[in-house]
């Protein structure tokens, strides 16, 4: 993996780390998981970008204002 690779080929590679590490346990919860590990660092990235103008990262994000309030207080972010 390089600094140059796309983003799915990061995810792909985090996903068969963590499927490795489990040592052929069965995760549950799979997509909740993944989704938090994600749009937590995801989100910190957008709202440093923008200044913490909400504003600016809901119109960046493609969502509502006040979903991403909701995003960021679920993440402890705001």
Same mark, same amino acid.
């Given at each position: ?20 590490? #489990? ?48 995003? #960021?207080?679920?993440?402890? #972010?705001?």
């Amino acid at each position: 993996m390089t600094k140059n690779d796309p983003l799915s080929v990061c995810i792909t590679h985090a996903m068969e780390k963590y499927f490795d590490d #489990l040592n052929g346990q069965e995760p549950t919860n799979l997509h909740n998981f993944f989704i938090n590990e994600v749009e937590k660092p995801f989100l910190e990235v957008v709202m440093q970008r923008v200044n913490g103008n909400q504003t600016r990262a809901a119109d960046i994000l493609g969502i509502n204002r006040n979903t991403l309030r909701k995003k #960021l207080k679920t993440y402890d #972010l705001c």
